[in-house]
């Protein structure tokens, strides 16, 4: 199956805590997550058959984050 990349701006994500929130949260929809606090962005692969960027995106915001891009 084809996977999908997308990195996103996460504004909000200042720690290592803010981290493992943000790639927990994404990985809970079966996608790969990297995050970095420094950069405030996530890296995200997923596969599209199983989700997709809006969700990726809402489960991101429901901790508490804005997303951008």
């Known amino acids: 199956m084809k996977k999908e990349e997308l990195t996103l701006r996460v504004v909000g994500m ?5 981290e493992k929130t943000v790639v927990r949260a994404v990985e809970a929809l079966g996608a ?3 995050a970095n606090k ?4 996530v890296w995200v692969r997923f596969d ?3 989700t997709s ?6 489960a991101i915001v429901a901790e508490g984050f ?3 891009g």
């Open 38 to 41: 420094d950069l405030c962005e």
């Open 14 to 18: 200042m720690c290592v805590h803010c």
């Open 66 to 68: 804005t997303v951008e």
């Open 48 to 50: 599209p058959a199983k």
């Open 53 to 58: 960027k809006e969700d990726i995106v809402a």
């Open 32 to 34: 790969k997550a990297k």
